[in-house]
């Protein structure tokens, strides 16, 4: 298991990319020094997609960074290109991504044995949403947190999976009655 750590660069790992999508760690590095020239302590507090392939890969990921400002900081990656989007409000309550982390294709190969496969199966049409971001608890791991939902009802599967270990720490299915 290939494991990313967020501080300054210190990815282990070989970020994947198949047909222009791309996982999580395809292009931290270049995220990472980009958000580290917009503003000085920049620290990475989520990374996520809206439209993820089952195998960890998506056409676009957000990076969204918090400094001692008050502003957010967020950043694009596609396949060919890194960009910076824009800067909101800081909202309160967020933590700061501080545990190293395994990329999305680990997550969803996971994701895909407990219990996506089976929800995929039986919801031809679908969609993936996965995040990956540290709970503001003491203490708290870094988790993907994975949502398999249908686009014909409102069935969906919503996973918690541990990004240092692997464990599947939360899941839920809502299932609409047939």
């Known amino acids: 298991m ?3 750590a967020c501080d300054q660069g210190s990815i282990n790992q070989v970020p ?8 999580a760690a395809f292009r931290f590095m270049s995220v990472d020094s980009l958000a580290q020239s917009k503003g000085k302590g920049l620290r990475l507090t ?8 089952f195998d960890g890969t998506s056409s676009t990921w ?26 909101s409000p800081a909202r309160d309550g967020v933590a700061i991504i501080t545990h190293t982390w395994f990329n999305s294709d680990v997550a969803l ?3 895909e044995r407990n219990g996506g496969s ?13 995040s990956l971001a540290q709970p503001l608890v003491p203490n708290a791991g870094t988790y993907w947190y994975i949502t398999y939902r249908s ?17 599947v720490a939360q ?8």
């Open 16 to 23: 994947v990319e198949r047909d222009h999508a791309i996982t």
């Open 109 to 111: 190969s996971i994701a």
């Open 62 to 87: 957000q990076y969204e960074y918090f400094g001692s400002t008050p502003s957010a900081y967020c950043f694009h990656s596609t396949y060919r290109s890194v960009a910076f989007d824009s800067t």
């Open 151 to 167: 686009v014909n009802n409102q069935s969906r599967v919503d996973l918690a999976v541990d990004a240092v270990t692997g464990s």
């Open 118 to 130: 089976d929800f995929r199966s039986r919801n031809p049409g679908f969609s993936i949403m996965a």
């Open 171 to 178: 899941y839920y299915v809502n299932r609409l009655q047939d």
């Open 46 to 53: 989520t990374i996520r997609s809206l439209d993820v392939n």
């Open 2 to 4: 290939f494991r990313i």
